[in-house]
T-cell receptor, first 112, second 113 residues
Framework: KAGVTQTPRYLIKTRGQQVTLSCSPI?????VSWYQQTPGQGLQFLFE???????NKGNFPGRFSGRQFSNSRSEMNVSTLELGDSALYLC???????????FGPGTRLLVL | ELKVEQNPLFLSMQEGKNYTIYCNYS?????LYWYRQDPGKSLESLFV?????AVKQEGRLMASLDTKARLSTLHITAAVHDLSATYFC?????????????FGKGTHLIIQP
């Protein structure tokens, strides 16, 4: 079974721009979560989608948004980028709410 | 506040030795996960602990969960260099993950020959 895939793997943007990251979950997994990883704050939960509905959102500003499509693929959007948004963005999928989350390789975003 | 604390945060040890990483969390949960991350890589799932007293073992790694003490341990037996990585514990405080996982800061483990 193919794992979680994320595109692009690396991205360089400038302040004020917006960015869209994509995640394809493991086949059959309907839950997709997004996390931000930075050296200072560690791993932080952004949001989770299940069956195209956002279940909850972490403590992030409204500039961070996401969506999930009917095929369970998910996108995350960050508008008006700030330097502090530079991070590794990880997507994870799982089959149900009691299983572990399987993480993708991440998208490394650098904001200049 | 929902907190997950790991200690130590850095650990340098010799091959062949045993050691334990501790993960304390702030409030009731019976769902705890251990992950491994190699430099520049993503997170690899190691263990899922879903009840008090749960113990899981895989090779030289063994994880346990004490929900009453709000403590999980990851024990390394006879360490080998290949186990060098950063280990994270993560807790599901919402009983189904609606609020995502809360991660510890990670334990950076270096195993020297």
């Amino acid at each position: 079974k193919a794992g979680v895939t994320q595109t692009p793997r690396y991205l360089i943007k400038t302040r004020g721009q917006q960015v869209t990251l994509s995640c394809s979950p493991i086949s059959g997994h309907r839950s997709v979560s997004w996390y931000q990883q930075t050296p200072g704050q560690g791993l932080q939960f952004l949001f989770e989608y299940f069956s195209e509905t956002q279940r909850n959102k972490g403590n992030f500003p409204g500039r961070f948004s996401g969506r999930q499509f009917s095929n369970s693929r998910s996108e995350m959007n960050v508008s008006t980028l700030e330097l502090g948004d530079s991070a590794l963005y990880l997507c994870a999928s799982r089959a149900n709410f009691f299983e572990t989350q399987y993480f993708g390789p991440g998208t490394r975003l650098l904001v200049l | 506040e929902l907190k997950v604390e790991q200690n130590p945060l850095f650990l340098s040890m010799q091959e062949g030795k045993n050691y334990t990483i501790y993960c304390n969390y702030s409030t009731t949960s019976d769902r705890l996960y251990w992950y491994r991350q190699d430099p520049g890589k993503s997170l690899e799932s190691l263990f899922v602990l879903l009840s008090n007293g749960a113990v899981k073992q895989e090779g030289r790694l063994m994880a346990s969960l004490d929900t009453k003490a709000r403590l999980s341990t990851l024990h390394i037996t006879a360490a080998v260099h290949d186990l060098s990585a950063t280990y994270f514990c993560a807790v599901d405080f919402s009983g189904g993950g609606a609020d995502g996982l809360t991660f510890g800061k990670g334990t950076h483990l270096i195993i020297q020959p």
